[in-house]
């Protein structure tokens, strides 16, 4: 149980387009959806927290014009990382959870995105 | 704010050996949880273990176990009969009860066979 799908799990795309990463939540509601950024060899830094029905919260540096979060329902929250530029290019990782603290965090499997 | 610390970068171990990768945090809160995940290089995160606070027994899962100091607060992982397989980067984490996490900035694990 407790499955966490993200797609796409690679895009390369030209600078200047839209990408959009979706993270669903297959077999549970997820009240709350983290959105991480890892780069290579570096632990996850958190970009924001999507809770279901409202406005995400970001961390601080993160710019919320460039990352647009929606979490239109329990089991879907989606980045969009507007105009890309190759310093957007990283590792995207979705977590859900049940807000119990109890329970880990459940991962996707990440998205690749490289802007070229 | 909670912070994780793995002091350790990178560690190595043989084959069939032991290891232990350390862990401090530093909470004001009585009550949180905390994990263990391992990340290979396929990059899927991967829970390891968990311990709750609250329990005075370290948790142990076949290979690995943990030595959790809650006075020292201190959340240590011990690999026993280190496989190939094991060979990942290794996040602490530390949960709220509602669930957020924070996480350490990693160990890296080398199996030498």
């Known amino acids: 149980g407790a499955v966490v799908s993200q797609h796409p799990s690679w895009v390369i795309c030209k600078s200047g387009t839209s990408v959009k990463i979706e993270c669903r939540s297959l077999d549970f509601q997820a009240t709350t959806m983290f959105w991480y950024r890892q780069f290579p060899k570096q632990s996850l830094m958190l970009m924001a927290t999507s809770n279901e029905g409202s406005k995400a919260t970001y961390e601080q540096g993160v710019e919320k014009d460039k990352f647009l979060i929606n979490h239109a329902s329990l089991t879907l929250s989606t980045l969009t990382v507007t105009s890309a530029h190759p310093e957007d290019s990283s590792f995207y990782i979705c977590s859900a959870s049940r807000d119990r603290g109890f329970e880990p965090q459940h991962f996707g499997d990440g998205t690749r995105l490289s802007i070229l | ?113």
């Open chain 2, 1 to 113: 704010a909670q912070t994780v610390t793995q002091s350790q970068p990178e560690m190595s171990v043989q084959e069939a050996e032991t290891v232990t990768l350390s862990c401090t945090y530093d909470t004001s809160e009585s009550d949180y949880y905390l994990f263990w995940y391992k990340q290979p290089p396929s990059r899927q995160m991967i829970l390891v273990i968990r311990q709750e606070a609250y329990k005075q027994q370290n948790a142990t899962e076949n290979r690995f176990s943990v030595n959790f100091q809650k006075a020292a607060k201190s959340f240590s992982l011990k690999i026993s009969d280190s496989q190939l397989g094991d060979a990942a980067m290794y996040f602490c984490a530390y949960n709220t009860n509602a669930g957020k996490s924070t996480f350490g900035d990693g160990t890296t694990l080398t199996v030498k066979p």
